[in-house]
């Protein structure tokens, strides 16, 4: 009969094999249900996995595909693995991500410049000899949505230090909320006066100050990516050489030793949701003025939901992050590229990420428990 | 007149009806998580679940033309998705609140996936029970008397669900089990399969109210129809500190709000639809506040080993 033992202590070799492994049975799971779709389940799988960064017909679109991608899925992912470390669940990124986004086009139409010298701001209207360079601006779109993100998430902290209220239900129902205010401002309050009733707001690619733009032609190397990279390099000092780190692991395997050792669990619930909050608002602000370039009504596509995935794949490490941030942008645009292609549904891709969490979960069994075998006995 | 409210359009009777088909989907699912919570298991995929239900339920109904084998498909189909909660969490020893998060991610895109070519499409209808002299009654007739057969449904799962929980001994080591899972288990009671057991029987309450959606009250499919009726349903188990005929009430309660929401949108009140459509969000929030806060704190009522992996080591 087979029976589990608990390990003393997770086993290292298998913390890092899971995802691995995990990936490995996704695409066989993947396969079957490409099969089930009637597409032929190789080509698919090297569609999504190889074609995007080898292929020569596709690859030269697709490879800074990725980085654009990957970026948001990092420095999002970064933020909640805090939290999730110090066992707090943030996991209303995706309303973090929209209201962050929402600010940082918020402060950028307010400067757009309708004429060629006039500035609206506030529903004065400033007349400008010359058009001064507003370098100030990019900045400030930036603080505005690392501003709306943290705001937005201080709602589930606030409610959960001052009244006890469950994180995990307030911050994902905010993100209806968020996405509600979004279609408001796509249909209203941000719309574009020259978009002729349409929604959507303008575009901020042709408005150079405010736009988040390719900093290497053809790489997909943006501000966002830069980001991401110093949110790794924060997250892993954080995290393994800072006290504070050692304090968020605390509270999450040991409250009550954390208690002892003096970590208020208010002040940490502040601070990891505020920093979560912080990353996606980031996140939402280089997409909007980068690669989505206007508000739209869709603007969100799901990469503050993903982005939890990325955390788990990514071993709550900022290391592994990176890494499952790179695996899982590469579903998307393999996605993509098997849309286009095969035929292949896009929810298709959508279930086939949905799978690798699932075996990522089961598989992590192996880290915390040994398998054996044993004869039955009547237990004590 | 354009732009203005038109209050007068408003029928109370109507009004109350339209709660109990709006108060239904939310109804069935959270009484099936608040099993789920009693016997200490916290299962967030409630979303997941709900809308897998929706889209089973739909397309068995429409391939079948009977709205009832869909029904039983949608049971079928949010107790099969329960079951792999069952399996991770309980036999592979995942973590819950992760597990939740990938049912639902999972369940979202699995019902796209299978509701491609369903967009559309009406499902066969489902008669309105007939209780003769009964319907006649005036305003009561047509509040009470005149609804699908899934309306009275959800009300003998909530009374069934009380007795249960109160009068029978399997409901008492369903608490047992779910209040301390070590004393459960060093009195003898098999824990895992007891868990199992409610796990399957939340899964399959999501699923018909996911079905109550997309074949009653929308009735269509769209992909991602469900919008957020799943974890409101988890808060509402909250709301209900985990008894039954309050969860009834929130559920109610939640239904006369998205109600009077939908009727002033109707009547052309000035606020935009957005702002309006983000009341039910808000609301639960609230109520959440309220229920989680000082006096009215509930939290003790919790039971013991929610959310609580439970490993019987001998």
Not at chain 1, 1 to 7: A, Q, S
Request: aromatic share 10%.
């Amino acid at each position: 009969m087979l029976r589990l033992e608990r390990r003393p202590q997770p086993s290292r070799a298998w913390v890092w094999a899971a995802p691995l492994l995990a990936v490995v049975l996704t695409m066989l799971a993947g396969g079957v249900l490409f099969a089930a779709l009637g597409k032929d389940p190789v080509a698919a799988i090297r569609l999504i996995f190889w074609d995007p960064l080898f292929s020569q017909q596709f690859a030269a679109f697709s490879r800074p595909q990725l980085l654009v991608k990957a970026a948001p899925l990092i420095l999002i992912a970064i933020g909640l693995a805090i939290g999730f470390r110090a066992g707090i669940w943030n996991i209303g990124a995706e309303g973090q991500y929209i209201i962050g986004a929402l600010c940082a086009a918020a402060v950028a139409m307010a400067f757009f410049p309708s004429g060629p010298t006039d500035v609206r701001f506030l529903g004065l209207e400033f007349t400008m000899d010359s058009a001064p360079s507003r370098w100030w601006l990019f900045p400030l779109m930036v603080a505005a949505g690392a501003a709306g993100g943290f705001a937005w998430a201080m709602i589930p902290a606030i409610l959960k230090t001052r009244f006890n209220t469950n994180e995990i239900l307030v911050s994902l129902l905010l993100v209806y909320v968020a996405e509600k205010l979004l279609a408001a401002a796509a249909v209203g309050w941000l719309r574009s006066p020259e978009g002729a009733g349409f929604p959507g707001s303008r575009n901020l690619s042709r408005f150079p100050e405010a736009a988040n733009l390719e900093l290497i032609p053809n790489t997909g190397m943006h501000w966002g990516v830069v980001a991401a990279i110093i949110a790794v390099i924060f997250g892993y000092i954080l995290l393994h050489r800072h006290m504070l780190g050692f304090h968020v692991q605390l509270a999450g395997q040991a409250p009550r030793a954390a208690r002892f050792a003096g970590v208020a669990p208010a002040r940490l619930v502040i601070f990891c949701l505020g920093l979560s909050g912080l990353m996606a608002g980031l996140a939402g602000m280089f997409e909007v003025a980068g690669p989505a370039r206007m508000i739209s009504i869709d603007f969100n596509v799901g990469y503050g939901f993903v982005a939890i995935i990325v955390a788990f794949l990514g071993r709550l490490h900022p290391v592994g992050i990176l890494l499952a941030g790179f695996l899982m942008a590469l579903t998307y645009i393999g996605g993509e590229l098997a849309q286009f292609t095969l035929g292949l549904p896009s929810a298709a891709i959508q279930v086939f990420q949905g799978m690798l969490l699932f075996f990522l979960l089961a598989l992590d069994m192996l880290s915390n428990y040994r398998i054996r075998l044993t004869s039955r006995e009547v237990t004590p | 007149m354009m732009g203005t409210m038109d209050l007068s359009s408003i029928n109370p009777v109507v009004l109350a009806a339209a709660l109990m088909v709006a108060a239904t989907p939310i109804l069935l699912a959270a009484i099936g998580e608040l099993v789920v919570e009693k016997a200490g298991v916290l299962n967030l995929g409630v979303e997941g679940m709900m809308i897998t239900g929706a889209i089973t339920g739909f397309a068995f109904a429409v391939s079948t033309g009977n709205p009832y084998l869909g029904m039983l498909a949608a049971v079928a189909g949010g107790a099969g998705l329960a079951l792999i909660f069952a399996l991770l969490t309980q036999y592979l020893m995942a973590n819950q609140v992760a597990t939740g998060l990938a049912l639902t991610l999972f369940g979202l895109g699995f019902s796209a996936l299978l509701g491609q070519g369903y967009s559309g499409v009406s499902p066969p209808r489902t008669p309105r029970m007939d209780f003769g002299w009964l319907g006649d009654i005036p305003v009561l007739g047509p509040i009470l008397f005149r609804h699908d057969p899934l309306v009275y449904v959800s009300l003998i799962i909530v009374a069934g669900v009380w007795w249960f929980l109160r009068y029978s001994r399997a409901g008492r080591i369903l608490r047992a089990v779910g209040e301390n899972h070590d004393a459960a288990h060093a009195l003898g009671y098999r824990v895992r399969a007891v868990r199992v057991a409610a796990i399957a029987f939340g899964g399959a309450c999501g699923g018909l109210g996911g079905a109550y959606l997309s074949l009653i009250r929308v009735p269509q499919w769209t992909e991602g129809m469900t919008a957020g009726a799943g974890w409101i349903a988890l808060a509402l188990v909250v709301f209900a500190s985990w008894r039954p005929w309050r969860a009834l009430l929130g559920a109610y309660l939640f239904g006369g709000i998205v109600t009077l929401q939908l009727t002033l949108q109707a009547a052309g009140w000035r606020i935009p639809v957005e702002y309006l459509a983000m009341a039910p969000y808000l609301v639960t929030i609230v109520v959440l506040v309220v229920i989680s806060s000082g006096r009215a704190r509930r939290t003790l009522s919790a039971p013991g080993s929610l959310g609580r992996p439970f490993h019987a080591a001998g």
